[in-house]
């Protein structure tokens, strides 16, 4: 299983990107009923757990971002999204995308986001 995250860039504070992940060679019905994660590591700290997006479509956020980020996915498409509004500079950080089968965890590269002040 491969996973190729995109969307990440440079914005100011306030500002809004969508991270995308696609997952390739998972067929569709495991990548369907597998939980779906985006976490988060920004320089010199550990990787956070930001959000989470399980089969039955129950979504859970880290108290830094409720309000302001939102997991979706296209299972047909085999995508992840994170729609990220209000961009703060505490958001900074590199984005992974997880999909969690049950039996396998499969991590992508991480993209890159930076919020300036």
């Known amino acids: 299983v491969q996973l190729q995250a995109s969307g990440g860039g440079s914005v100011q504070a306030g500002g809004s990107l969508q991270l995308s992940c696609a997952a390739s060679?998972?067929?569709?019905?495991?990548?369907?009923?597998?939980?779906k994660n985006w976490y988060r590591q920004a320089p010199g700290k550990q990787r956070e757990l930001v959000a989470t997006?399980?089969?039955?479509?129950?979504?859970n956020y880290q108290d830094s971002v409720k309000g302001r980020f939102a997991i979706s996915r296209d299972n047909a498409k085999k995508r992840v999204y994170l729609q990220m509004n209000s961009l703060e500079p505490e958001d900074t950080a590199t984005y992974y995308c997880n999909v969690d089968t049950g039996s396998w965890d499969y991590w992508g590269r991480g993209t890159l986001v930076t919020v300036s002040s």
């Open positions: 060679r998972i067929i569709t019905s495991e990548f369907t009923k597998s939980r």
């Open positions: 997006l399980t089969s039955d479509g129950s979504t």
